[in-house]
């Protein structure tokens, strides 16, 4: 299945292919627990590291304006509506379009 993988460390944003199953969201995320923060306008869907910040995060990403910060490795998959998991929507171009980065010291300075 094809998914977005958006490294908040290194800045990436790469198209992979990966096991549609827990197993393999885990796998292509680097964690063993995962969330689900959000669908993209387009129904796309979001995962992250559910323990992200016991890792002393220092890069954050945005996906437009009106998501949550998310750290780590961030995973968006498609999603048909019904709560199956699909081929990402999303091309890396359009991600790369909406994505806001931050680093530790943005973040300290929002207050």
Same mark, same amino acid.
């Given at each position: 299945?094809?998914?977005?993988?958006?490294?908040?460390?290194?800045?990436?944003?790469?198209?992979?292919?990966?096991?549609?199953?827990?197993?393999?969201?885990?796998? +292509?995320?680097?964690?063993?627990?995962?969330?689900?923060? *959000?669908?993209?306008?387009?129904? #796309?869907?979001?995962?992250?590291? &559910? @323990?992200?910040?016991?890792?002393?995060?220092?890069?954050?990403?945005?996906?437009?304006?009106?998501?949550?910060?998310? +750290?780590?490795?961030?995973?968006?998959?498609?999603?048909? *509506?019904?709560?199956?998991?699909? #081929?990402?929507?999303?091309?890396? &171009? @359009?991600?790369?379009?909406?994505?806001?980065?931050?680093?530790?010291?943005?973040?300290?300075?929002?207050?």
């Amino acid at each position: 299945m094809r998914a977005i993988k958006i490294d908040t460390d290194n800045r990436t944003v790469s198209e992979i292919e990966i096991n549609c199953s827990v197993k393999g969201i885990r796998s +292509a995320i680097g964690c063993q627990y995962f969330t689900g923060s *959000g669908h993209l306008d387009n129904g #796309d869907f979001v995962y992250c590291d &559910d @323990e992200f910040l016991f890792n002393n995060p220092q890069h954050f990403v945005e996906l437009g304006h009106n998501s949550d910060l998310l +750290a780590g490795v961030v995973l968006v998959t498609g999603s048909d *509506g019904n709560g199956n998991t699909t #081929d990402a929507k999303s091309t890396v &171009d @359009e991600i790369e379009k909406d994505i806001i980065w931050y680093n530790l010291a943005d973040i300290r300075s929002m207050g």
